[in-house]
């Protein structure tokens, strides 16, 4: 630490946020207001970190790593970053106090996270949350600028998905029993792979290729055709819907629903994870 700045850390009247730049040996710029502005990427990794530094009130211009610790909180996080963020590979079982914005990518992977709530609403790059404990995707971005990764987690519905994906779509090895949920386009690929679908009613229209495991196809029209059209399948969806009648005629026991049925055959159904369905169906699709 340079001697100028020894004097400036030990002075009164600075931040915790700033006295974290002056150790760090970050580069930063304190505005009239009093907010700090760092530029350039700051990396913690393998530091064997239990907590981060106060960077509470920067604003960082460029890409912060902290990935490969000990963390079991964000607290201390930047308020926003321009660049990559990294938090993978903690012991995170919460996004909170992450940033606010991020301008390229968010890898959150490789955590304890049950759910997203605290992530960004909009994220220009990737978004990795796979190999998790997730059981919902509530919190999840809005849009999401590149490809969206949430497979090898415990998903059972894609519910609270983004909707704006402009890359691919991994969701496979999770334990989905329907596609509900999932956005309507995706800008590359889509898998399902590795689950318990009951049917794939809600499969997306807009894709460059399908991976599921009935196989591969890289238009909606052939799986329309190999899929979605076929008897078997039209059969497996009524037996869902059946199923979904049953649960919410089960439910209404007590209270005055006097339309269950439009929960079924005209609305969206029924958030699935609250609902106990059969076993998946062994459907088989004609030979391609």
Known sequence: MKLANIFKYFSSGISASERSLIRLGCPYE???DGTLVAKGDINLRHKHLKRLPDLSDVILEGSFLCGANQLKSLKGAPRIVTGDFYCEYNQLKSLEHAPQSVGGSYFCCN??????????RSIS???ACNENNLITLEGAPDVVGDGFICHDNQLTSLVHAPQDVKGGFWCHNNKLETLQGAPND??????CG???LLHYLHAPQGFTIFYSDLGDFHTYQSLKDKVLDTPA???????WKESLYEKSTSLSQGFNIRKPLQLIFGRPAPAVEAIQVRKPL???TPSR
Do not use: M, R, S, Y
């Open 111 to 120: 955590n304890q996270l049950t759910d997203l709530k605290g992530a960004p």
């Open 125 to 127: 790059g990737k978004f």
């Open 186 to 191: 995706v800008g590359g690929l889509f898998n």
């Open 282 to 284: 062994n459907f088989k």
């Open 194 to 196: 590795k689950n318990k």
């Open 30 to 32: 304190k505005k009239p």
């Open 233 to 239: 399948h039209i059969e497996a969806v009524q037996k």
